[in-house]
């Protein structure tokens, strides 16, 4: 969450920075499906995970974790703990005292909890020892007395039981965060509408899973600093918590973001583990390791939300949307972590995909004393995808109106500026509709296959990279330095964390395309605090654009200081040399020219050490309004994908044959790459739709009748294996995005979000009843099933919406009632320049 | 040696081949071959992700079998042949699984990629020519959170057919 007393907006006159056009047909590198540049360590198993990292005299850390959801601690004796032979050190929550998160608005963590536990797994203590199994024997002789507390097992529960409170902060009792924003008058667009649909959805939490557990190394180094390597995809926010919880400059302090193993938004945090060994490190001047068991991942979660949703919709018979009022109850877990960004997010891009020209969005989170939830890919957007495109799809039926054309008549469009004041860049989403009918043939299948077949349509918009960084400041959000040696050699250094996703080939993909070389000329020294620029981190799909773009610019500035060298020493004007194999020459003359290398040392002579450097800084949004900060981003990414389900009446089973996806990417860097990232979105959507739950259990009141983790292992929270993996037709909307590096947007995220509403659409059209809740299982679809024969309303699905007492909300005119972004009831905000109309942006 | 306890001696040994070479390792008895290997031999390359049976991320091969290193004693692997990520290339080249693998999108983070490819190579080995079924029946017991899995079935599929060149042109 940004400050919001000081938007970073607040001078919104800056024109839109946009890149150079580039001739596409000139592109060697940028658009080709090429090895990634860390492919061969990965398959030779040389990528050096944390975990792979050992060094001289390592001990090992193990944490004692709360068997109570909710206690207070009363007292903690390590005495025997410390007494146990290969035991170095204990550490007790006094010892890391002081507060952190990842947000500046909700640091409520302790690295091991001083006084109060709040869920099972919190930690408690540390033991660090000789050898990893020494450590978790010692974790029983460690005593710790417990005060019990009520345990909050959900929202509901959380509303009616102000007291005790999980943490003595936010609105009040346990509630953490409620808002309420309102662009238009959303109950006049109900009365001008012809029908009103009001619906309600529940999405069930579910966690990231990736196959490395979190693992961290730390070193007191020679001089005294901390170094620590560990499996973080926000190296440069960790460096902060580790600066403010062992009270170290942050200067004294090096992170190594190791490539991770998976991330998905669950290595996003700062997290007890990394502040524990780095301290352990520092107190006992030896290199201390910690790596998670799969159960411990399982209580560092910071997945994905539970949120029930309620959402009124007026429509026009055309389908057109009068106005829409969301209200999200989300339940948050026991901690803040990205809580106050994801109430936000649960409603921020409703307005972004379709054209809704007043929208009311009420969020609350609460406190309960579960794992805490964060940013799963998609952050706090999918829920409230799953309940629009659900509710889309009835509104459809209703309306008579195929449902594709319904999403085609109402798609946003390029250069729009939404009700709620985000400004869209390029949009492709209708042409992603278009093209996932042509190729699934819809129009075929869609309410025409036999009973247990269904078809289904979904669409979704996703952020590329977030407009606004955690801690407000006026810094880019990304920068890169490049090195050039005599050899020829370039070497990128950044921020940028490689968690899979292929950040290191975005970077090398860039520069190299720029300077005419092989992606395999180029180093990387990425995710190294002490090495790179700061990058903000690997979240909200920012990575290509935000570190991409300063990469470009970076290599933009060095072939600018090699063009100048080569062309006086070829002696002909700088716009005809060409940066190409290798080479610098002479575009009309290609034998006229000099090798790469040879540049180098040209410009060396002229210049002295060659280096350059590129930033990135979004643009700034016009949405000024308390809460405007989460949502706005340099572009959108947009996707649409139709599910096939069959679905065996008598069982309720449901296999998924085929999935087609179409996403507007502006332009893929490196297709493969990309392939593999929408296929994974598909993947992992799938999960979600189909199995995933992250769910919990009463222990029998015999035992402590404490609130459990159902099941937290790899066996029994499903996921989908290989032989679950439906054919996809992948298709790329490549529409250049002038605010992307070569116009790229995201892809990590986007493609992920429509899945689960296709899924329940499919299921409707197969068997005809409707799943209102993720995920959509067997039983689930008995029961609705059962519902439909007995007469009743073919639906499962959540009945109520609990009463909240919501705020007043802030009244934001919309840019077509006048609006300038600020609301008209706040503390006034500083001004922006009056924007365009929807109808003059179209007209334009 | 009385205090120390038993997780800090070395006292089981045991010699095996690990990747076509002989080696003699001494490790603490209640290790499973997953620890001796990234532990004790140095062999980080597989990789763990529960370390109870249920990832498939540590899968090596043992006289030619895919098995879950996390489940098995090291000390039941007296003398036996295991090849690891480590060993897959031959005479400082690729093997056609990490060529395809690389080259195909097939390894995205690649955690689980070193005991996919090593899974692969026992299907290849007893089944050169697999179905897609076949491929997907083989991998079926190795989780990966990234792709998902139809890069890597290409993969298998592009690396069975270069295999098969590479056959052509020996013989």
């Given amino acids: 969450m940004p400050d919001q007393k000081n938007p970073p907006n607040a001078a919104n006159t800056n024109p839109v920075a946009q890149n150079a056009p580039y001739d596409a047909e000139d592109l060697r590198v940028i658009g080709k499906s090429r090895r990634r540049v860390d492919a061969r360590a990965k398959v030779t198993g040389q990528t050096r995970y944390a975990d792979d990292i050992s060094l001289p005299r390592m001990l090992y850390c193990k944490l004692l974790r709360s068997p109570h959801p909710h206690a207070r601690i009363t007292k903690i004796d390590a005495s025997r703990a410390l007494a146990h032979p290969g035991v170095h050190l204990v550490l007790t929550g006094k010892d890391v005292p002081i507060e952190y998160g990842i947000l500046p608005v909700s640091q409520d963590e302790q690295a091991l909890c001083v006084d109060h536990v709040r869920h099972v797994g919190d930690p408690v203590a540390a033991v660090i020892a000789r050898e990893e199994l020494t450590a978790f024997e010692a974790l029983d002789l460690i005593d710790v007395e417990y005060e019990i507390l009520t345990t909050i097992s959900d929202p509901e529960e959380a509303l009616a039981t102000p007291s005790p409170r999980i943490h003595n902060y936010g609105e009040e009792g346990n509630v953490h965060k409620r808002v309420s924003l309102a662009f238009g008058n959303v109950e006049e667009s109900f009365a001008e509408a012809d029908e009103v649909f009001e619906d309600i959805f529940f999405y069930q939490g579910n966690t990231h899973l990736p196959i490395e557990q979190h693992a961290s190394v730390a070193i007191k180094d020679p001089d005294g600093k901390l170094t620590i390597w560990t499996s973080t995809q926000t190296p440069h926010y960790l460096h902060r918590a580790l600066a403010k919880v062992l009270q170290m400059p942050p200067a004294h302090i090096r992170v190594i973001a190791t490539p991770n193993g998976g991330g998905f938004g669950g290595k996003?945090?700062?997290?007890?583990?990394?502040?524990?060994?780095?301290?352990?490190?520092?107190?006992?001047?030896?290199?201390?390791?910690?790596?998670?068991?799969?159960?411990?991942?399982?209580?560092?979660?910071?997945?994905?939300?539970?949120?029930?949703?309620?959402?009124?919709?007026?429509?026009?018979?055309?389908?057109?949307?009068?106005?829409?009022?969301?209200?999200?109850?989300?339940?948050?877990?026991?901690?803040?972590?990205?809580?106050?960004?994801?109430?936000?997010?649960?409603?921020?891009?409703?307005?972004?995909?379709?054209?809704?020209?007043?929208?009311?969005?009420?969020?609350?989170?609460?406190?309960?004393?579960?794992?805490?939830?964060?940013?799963?890919?998609?952050h706090g957007t999918v829920q409230p995808r799953f309940g629009q495109e659900v509710q889309l799809d009835k509104i459809a039926e209703k309306l008579a109106i195929d449902p594709a054309d319904l999403r085609l008549r109402i798609a946003e469009s390029s250069n729009a500026v939404t009700a709620n004041f985000f400004r869209l860049s390029v949009v492709n989403l209708s042409e992603c509709i278009r093209r996932v009918v042509k190729s699934s043939g819809w129009k075929d299948n869609f309410r025409k296959l036999p009973e247990g077949r269904g078809f289904g349509i979904a669409c979704s918009a996703y952020l590329t990279g977030a407009g606004l960084p955690i801690y407000w400041n006026k810094m880019p959000h990304s920068g890169v330095q490049l090195k050039f040696d005599r050899g020829g050699g370039v070497t990128i250094f950044c921020g940028a964390t490689e968690i899979g996703q292929g950040s290191d080939d975005v970077l090398a993909g860039i520069v190299a395309e720029v300077l005419g070389l092989d992606t395999f000329d180029i180093r990387l020294y990425t995710g190294d605090t002490d090495l790179g620029p700061v990058d903000l981190g690997s979240y909200s799909s920012r990575v290509t654009i935000m570190a991409g773009n300063a990469a470009l610019q970076a290599a933009d500035r060095a072939k600018a200081i090699l063009a100048d060298a080569v062309s006086?020493?070829?002696?002909?004007?700088?716009?005809?040399?060409?940066?190409?194999?290798?080479?610098?020459?002479?575009?009309?003359?290609?034998?006229?020219?000099?090798?790469?290398?040879?540049?180098?040392?040209?410009?060396?002579?002229?210049?002295?050490?060659?280096?350059?450097?590129?930033?990135?800084?979004?643009?700034?949004?016009?949405?000024?309004?308390?809460?405007?900060?989460?949502?706005?981003?340099?572009?959108?990414?947009?996707?649409?994908?139709?599910?096939?389900?069959?679905?065996?009446?008598?069982?309720?089973?449901?296999?998924?044959?085929?999935?087609?996806?179409?996403?507007?990417?502006?332009?893929?860097?490196?297709?493969?790459?990309?392939?593999?990232?929408?296929?994974?979105?598909?993947?992992?959507?799938?999960?979600?739709?189909?199995?995933?739950?992250?769910?919990?259990?009463?222990?029998?009141?015999?035992?402590?009748?404490?609130?459990?983790?159902?099941?937290?292992?790899?066996?029994?929270?499903?996921?989908?294996?290989?032989?679950?993996?439906?054919?996809?037709?992948?298709?790329?909307?490549?529409?250049?995005?002038?605010?992307?590096?070569?116009?790229?947007?995201?892809?990590?995220?986007?493609?992920?979000?429509?899945?689960?509403?296709?899924?329940?659409?499919?299921?409707?059209?197969?068997?005809?009843?409707?799943?209102?809740?993720?995920?959509?299982?067997?039983?689930?679809?008995?029961?609705?099933?059962?519902?439909?024969?007995?007469?009743?309303?073919?639906?499962?699905?959540?009945?109520?919406?609990?009463?909240?007492?919501?705020?007043?909300?802030?009244?934001?005119?919309?840019?077509?009632?006048?609006?300038?972004?600020?609301?008209?009831?706040?503390?006034?905000?500083?001004?922006?320049?009056?924007?365009?109309?929807?109808?003059?942006?179209?007209?334009? | 040696m009385s205090t120390l306890p038993i997780e800090s001696q070395k006292s089981a040994h045991l010699r095996l081949t690990l990747n076509g070479e002989e080696v003699d390792v001494s490790f603490a008895p209640y290790k499973t071959l997953l620890e001796v290997l990234r532990e004790d031999l140095n062999h980080t390359g597989t990789k763990h992700g529960c370390e109870l049976g249920e990832c498939g991320a540590c899968a090596v091969l043992v006289d030619s079998k895919p098995v879950l290193s996390c489940l098995v004693l090291a000390l039941e692997c007296a003398n036996k042949k295991i090849l690891t990520v480590e060993g897959l290339g031959s005479d400082g080249q690729l093997h056609p699984l990490q060529d395809a693998f690389a080259d195909l999108g097939a390894a995205q983070c690649g955690y689980c990629t070193p005991a996919i490819l090593v899974t692969a190579k026992a299907l290849l080995d007893q089944t050169p020519n697999p179905t897609r079924d076949q491929i997907r029946e083989a991998l079926s017991g190795n989780l990966c959170r990234c792709t998902g899995y139809l890069q890597i079935f290409e993969a298998v599929e592009a690396a069975v057919l270069k295999i098969a060149e590479q056959r052509q042109a020996a013989a």
Avoid at chain 1, 571 to 587: E, G, H, M, T
């Fill in chain 1, 268 to 378: 996003s945090d700062p997290f007890n583990h990394e502040i524990v060994v780095a301290k352990a490190a520092l107190l006992l001047d030896r290199p201390v390791k910690i790596c998670l068991t799969r159960e411990e991942v399982f209580y560092c979660h910071r997945g994905r939300h539970p949120v029930l949703m309620k959402f009124k919709t007026g429509v026009k018979k055309d389908g057109s949307i009068t106005g829409m009022h969301l209200q999200t109850l989300i339940d948050g877990g026991a901690y803040g972590s990205y809580g106050v960004a994801s109430t936000f997010y649960t409603g921020a891009l409703q307005t972004v995909t379709y054209h809704v020209p007043r929208y009311h969005f009420q969020g609350c989170r609460t406190f309960t004393n579960k794992p805490p939830c964060g940013p799963k890919r998609g």
């Fill in chain 1, 568 to 844: 006086e020493k070829l002696n002909i004007p700088k716009d005809r040399l060409k940066f190409a194999n290798k080479r610098v020459f002479d575009s009309t003359a290609p034998e006229n020219g000099v090798s790469f290398p040879e540049a180098v040392c040209l410009a060396e002579a002229r210049f002295g050490t060659i280096g350059t450097v590129g930033s990135y800084t979004p643009p700034k949004s016009p949405a000024l309004y308390k809460g405007g900060g989460v949502g706005p981003s340099p572009t959108y990414s947009y996707s649409a994908s139709v599910v096939e389900v069959a679905v065996n009446p008598a069982t309720g089973w449901i296999t998924v044959p085929k999935i087609w996806i179409a996403h507007d990417i502006g332009r893929a860097l490196n297709p493969a790459l990309v392939r593999g990232q929408v296929e994974g979105s598909v993947y992992m959507g799938l999960g979600e739709a189909l199995m995933e739950e992250q769910e919990f259990r009463r222990l029998p009141k015999k035992l402590s009748h404490a609130l459990v983790h159902k099941f937290p292992s790899i066996l029994e929270y499903k996921s989908p294996t290989s032989l679950d993996m439906p054919e996809i037709f992948t298709e790329l909307v490549e529409e250049p995005d002038p605010r992307g590096p070569f116009g790229a947007k995201e892809v990590g995220q986007g493609p992920l979000l429509p899945i689960m509403p296709a899924v329940a659409n499919a299921v409707y059209d197969a068997v005809g009843v409707r799943i209102d809740e993720v995920p959509i299982t067997p039983e689930k679809i008995m029961k609705a099933l059962a519902e439909k024969k007995a007469g009743r309303n073919p639906r499962f699905g959540p009945t109520h919406f609990p009463q909240v007492d919501w705020p007043e909300a802030l009244q934001v005119p919309p840019p077509w009632e006048g609006g300038d972004g600020n609301a008209i009831n706040d503390a006034p905000r500083p001004k922006s320049p009056r924007l365009h109309t929807r109808s003059e942006v179209l007209s334009s």
